[in-house]
């Protein structure tokens, strides 16, 4: 069974920083791309960062580039999103999700929980 755990979230300031992680298990994890996912209040999903299986050229969304980065650690099993110069609309939910192949251009499946990032003065 594909288990994703995100945890990190929290309140902060805008301008402050973040680190989530996402543990992962029930899946050959160095296999798979992943995804970092989030959902603004009232809003659909959006995906932020990407990454192939081996951890190379990480892709951004737009909205995020240059202040989010994303690495993975294929030993532990576990994905990182490093989020500085938060923005009040970097609040959301935030999820890790499993790429369909070792491409991110492939899309993905399985979501974990998420956790809340809020961003607020």
């Known amino acids: 069974e594909v288990q994703l755990v995100e945890s990190g979230g929290g309140l902060v300031q805008p301008g402050e920083s973040l680190r989530l992680s996402c543990a992962a298990s029930?899946?050959?994890?160095?296999?798979?791309?992943m995804y970092w996912v989030r959902q603004a209040p009232g809003k659909g999903l959006e995906w932020v960062a990407r990454m192939d299986n081996d951890g190379g050229w990480p892709n951004y969304a737009d909205s995020v580039k240059g202040r989010f980065t994303t690495s993975r650690d294929n030993a532990k099993n576990t994905l990182y999103l490093q989020m500085n110069s938060l923005k009040p609309e970097d609040t959301g939910v935030y999820y890790c999700?499993?790429?369909?192949?070792?491409?991110?251009?492939?899309?993905?499946?399985?979501r974990g929980q998420g956790t809340q990032v809020t961003v607020s003065s």
């Open positions: 999700a499993k790429g369909l192949s070792r491409s991110y251009y492939s899309g993905y499946d399985y």
């Open positions: 029930g899946f050959a994890f160095s296999s798979y791309s």
